[in-house]
């Protein structure tokens, strides 16, 4: 069946904001068509207004569709039961800034309907990995950004979900947490999860995600594997180890009696995210040695 | 499904308890400071009971307002902060948000509602403490409802007292008549009658006065020796003991009231009753139990803000909640004005309104501008209005002075009554809410 096959499915979906006794209308979502694999990471990309948001409402059952067809994992967003199977990050930290890590856990465990020993052991496993054992007493109020966004990725995960939504997992995190949430995301995957990630962070798409969805405008502009899309069609990158000034030379010789065109060479960089990560891993290791 | 309501409530609860709104017990405590050493300056009434009305006055007041604010910016600040995503993204259905949200309401309205009876009490308790600990309160034994009055001798100022039985002064009385009273199985030495009257008018500037009630048989014979008890414009009921034997060796009694001096008039009122009461409970016992008056109020408040912020903006909402609560408690008022209205003459008015205390009132609404006392449209503003006062809920149901400040025992089935008259108007207002969420949009552009 498909709806076994593919986590989400849709089609032809149109979502028509419309204000009260007013005919301005705004087109957020325009005849969208796709679908998410099980046990795939999928990008969901596009800028400002593109229409991702609405999306995923409309993925949550939070609104409901103008036109058109939603199914998650088989059944209609608005279904209570299927909200059992779905773990789910916002954009920003829309919590109850009252409680405290170890509160909003258990409240939102409590909406799962959890026995209370396996949730206490959940959150406690939680807390762990997203690295607020230090702080879970403190009010979420009081939580920087960053700290915000880490008790978020554990709220989605407090039910150990099939499917999760990641609304900008990684905004407002320093490079290290954004390396750490990828990693998270990639063990998910291995986990057998299927997660549809959004974000404006392309290099932390790309670094994840097998397929990719992009929208404009809120209609579909491109879908498929993210190497797929990416590859740059007629074109090889290989690196080698540089050995002085002559490395250059011989492989620009051996190009040229080979009738190979190169495009483009120089000194192979990193990123500056890898830098900034690999520095500060450093440090962290003299000061413990 | 329930373990995912009540987390919903502690939520609630806890999103009260954290946002530090208790502070406002403080204040509420300087308010009670401040009446009660104002109120008996400007007042003849029993300085205890004035204090109580008031502080019965002013918690309904505090915990109504509060709790208005908190719900409308609750359920706001739920859209608007978008924290709803993180319910509804769970297996927590609508239903279960509403209904959460409404037991956390209520358990803040019964926190708040005994909080701030207690911090009135507290105060009451250091300043009168020793008074109010020998007080009891006495229950009315129902089935023995006095049938009356009866006016014997002279009746004065019939003109003001058109609408009522009649304003009896001095050398006139009124006679409440008790049947069957050997029926009942007294334990008690002291039997305890009380009496509620329409209205003392005091010709003097006392404004208080004494009345004396007479116990007889039903050959008219005197049973024991006169007693009076002290009354005030303000509060015109009066309470005597008359003694076991007397009551049950007796099947009838009759109850005579007159005014003890020559400056006022009793007005006794064709549905004034009088209850024969035995001793019941301690005063903290009932004190607390006409609070729960005042938790059944907050709580149908609570479930009609809940509803109109479903439905409403925040502003809209707060805007419709306080209108809900004025007119609750003006409700007898409004439905009076609703027939009153195209009503032409003083006289037409006051044969709708009996009681001489009515005159001032029909005065007023026969000075109405001419638009409101004639034309056709008036029969769908009197209809309208008339319809409306029929059906919303009328607050002063819920007014624990009307019980607590007699000395009568609140009993269990005057409570069910109101928890019965509240769960029904809560039901409707809960419907609604439910039925708003249920097909709102939770995003908005």
């Known amino acids: 069946m498909a709806a076994q096959k593919h986590v989400v499915e849709i089609n032809n979906l149109t979502k028509v904001y419309r204000q009260l006794f007013s005919s301005r209308e705004v087109k957020a979502v325009d005849n969208l068509s796709f679908y998410i694999r099980r046990g795939e990471v999928c990008g969901f990309l596009g800028p400002n207004g593109a229409g ?55 409240y939102y465990g409590s909406l799962f309907n959890m026995e209370p020993k396996v949730k206490r052991q959940r959150i406690n496993e939680l807390i762990e990995m997203v690295g607020l054992k230090e702080a879970r007493r403190r009010r979420i109020r009081e939580y920087s950004k960053g700290m915000q966004r880490r008790i978020g990725i554990a709220q989605a995960l407090i039910n150990d979900p099939e499917f999760i939504i990641l609304d900008e997992p990684t905004s407002g995190l320093d490079p290290i947490g954004t390396q750490e949430v990828k990693d998270l995301i990639i063990y998910l995957r291995r986990s057998g999860k299927t997660i549809l990630m959004s974000s404006h962070l392309l290099a932390d798409v790309q670094g994840v995600c097998d397929r990719i969805i ?12 993210t190497r797929e899309i990416l590859s740059k069609k007629g074109c090889i990158r290989f690196e080698v180890q540089d050995d002085g000034e002559n490395t250059q030379k011989q492989i620009r010789n051996f190009a040229e009696q080979n009738g190979i065109k190169i495009t ?6 990193i990123t500056l995210e890898e830098f900034f990560v690999k520095s500060i891993k450093n440090v962290g290791n003299n000061n413990i040695q | 499904m329930i373990k995912k309501i009540l987390a919903i409530a502690h939520g609630t609860l806890t999103e009260f308890i954290r946002n530090r709104i208790f502070m ?13 050493s104002l109120l008996p300056a400007i007042s003849p009434e029993d300085k ?40 509804f993204s769970r297996p927590a259905s609508r239903f279960m948000y509403i209904s959460g949200k409404a037991i956390g309401f209520f358990s803040i309205a019964f926190i ?21 600990q020998d007080s009891r309160i006495y229950k009315p034994v129902k089935y023995i409802k006095g049938h009356g009055p009866i006016i014997t001798g002279e009746i004065a100022n019939l003109e003001l007292a058109s609408a009522g039985v009649g304003l009896i002064g001095d050398g006139s009385s009124a006679i409440w008549i008790f049947r069957g009273l050997h029926r009942i199985p007294f334990k008690e030495d002291k039997v305890q009658i009380s009496l509620k009257m329409g209205g003392i008018n005091v010709n003097s500037n006392a404004g208080t006065a004494f009345v004396g009630v007479d116990i007889l048989d039903k050959d008219d014979k005197q049973l024991q020796p006169t007693q009076y008890a002290y009354v005030g414009s303000w509060n015109p009921d009066t309470c005597v003991a008359v003694d076991r034997s007397i009551v049950v060796q007796n099947k009838e009694l009759k109850v005579k009231v007159f005014p003890s001096g020559k400056n006022f008039y009793i007005a006794p009122m064709k549905n004034d009753t009088a ?39 925040q502003k809209m909402a707060l805007t419709l909640s306080f209108f809900a609560y004025i007119t609750g408690h003006t409700l007898p008022y409004l439905k009076s004005f609703g027939s009153l209205i195209g009503m032409k003459s003083i006289a037409e008015m006051q044969s709708f309104m009996p009681g001489h205390g009515h005159l001032h ?30 059906i919303f809920p009328d607050f002063k149901r819920f007014d624990p002075a009307e019980y607590f400040l007699h000395g009568a025992y609140i009993d269990n089935i005057i409570l069910l009554q109101t928890v019965a008259y509240m769960l029904f108007y809560g039901s409707i207002f809960l419907a609604f809410a439910w039925l708003c969420f249920w097909k709102r949009e939770l995003v908005s552009r």
């Not at chain 1, 909200?83 to 954009?91: M, N, T, V």
């Not at chain 2, 502080?55 to 600040?77: D, E, P, Q, W």
């Not at chain 2, 009490?121 to 109010?132: E, I, K, N, Q, S």
């Open chain 2, 24 to 36: 406002f017990l403080i204040i509420f405590g300087l308010a009670i400071g401040v009446t009660s």
């Open chain 1, 264 to 269: 483009s060479m120089g000194e192979a960089t």
């Open chain 2, 112 to 132: 708040m509602v005994f909080a701030l009876s207690g911090v009135t009490l507290g105060y009451l308790m250091v300043v009168y403490g020793r008074d109010m």
């Open chain 1, 214 to 225: 992009l929208l404009h405008q809120g209609r579909l502009i491109v879908e498929g594997p």
């Open chain 2, 275 to 313: 209850f024969l009461l035995r001793d019941h409970c301690s005063f903290f016992g009932n004190y607390f139990r006409a609070s729960g008056f005042l938790f059944f109020l907050v709580s149908l408040l609570s479930v009609i803000t809940l509803s109109s912020s479903a439905f409403f903006g």
């Open chain 2, 361 to 390: 009132q029909a005065e007023t609404y026969s000075k109405l501008p001419a638009y409101l006392i004639e034309g056709l449209h008036i029969t769908v503003i009197k209809k309208f209005i008339i319809g409306f006062s029929s």
């Open chain 2, 48 to 87: 205890t009971k004035l204090i109580f009305r008031a502080a019965f006055s002013m918690t309904g007041l505090f915990s109504a307002l509060l709790i208005i604010y908190f719900i409308a910016t609750s359920i706001h600040r739920d859209i608007e902060e978008k924290t709803i995503y993180m319910v």
């Open chain 1, 52 to 106: 991702k948001t609405t999306t995923i409402m409309l993925l949550l059952g939070f609104l409901k569709p103008t036109s058109g067809t939603i199914s998650v994992l088989g059944q209609k967003p608005s279904h209570v039961g299927v909200k059992e199977r779905i773990g789910f990050l916002p954009e920003e930290s829309y919590f109850y800034k009252f409680f405290n890590a170890d509160e909003i856990l258990d």
